[in-house]
Nanobody, 122 residues
């Protein structure tokens, strides 16, 4: 069984930094794209940043220049470095990944983590 587990959320003051991690575990054959989403209260979930297996990245305009997505393929882990945080970044952050499980290596499935709360407030 495949799982994604996020960590690194918390409370931070405006202008501060946090680093989120998301580790995939279980019977994994391969991981393609990985991404971070967020959902603020009363709003739809939105894509924050994505990264392909070879390291190509994309970001929502509101975080460009402040957030950096990266991954360590040897650890099946994706990271989100968040700098210059603003109150409007407050949300539950979720990671997802397109994973082919060992039992079905020819097919990819999208898995989600449970979410981690990020609160930016003074």
């Amino acid at each position: 069984q495949v799982q994604l587990v996020e960590s690194g959320g918390g409370l931070v003051q405006p202008g501060g930094s946090l680093r989120l991690s998301c580790a995939a575990s279980g019977s994994i054959f391969s991981i393609n794209a990985m991404a971070w989403y967020r959902q603020a209260p009363g709003k739809q979930r939105e894509l924050v940043a994505g990264i392909t297996r070879d390291g190509s990245t994309n970001y929502v305009d509101s975080v460009k220049g402040r957030f950096t997505i990266s991954r360590d393929n040897s650890k099946n882990t994706v990271y989100l470095q968040m700098n210059s945080l603003k109150p409007e970044d407050t949300a539950v952050y979720y990671c997802n990944a397109d994973i082919s499980p060992s039992l079905r290596p020819s097919r990819f499935y999208r898995y989600w983590g449970q979410g981690t709360q990020v609160t930016v407030s003074s």
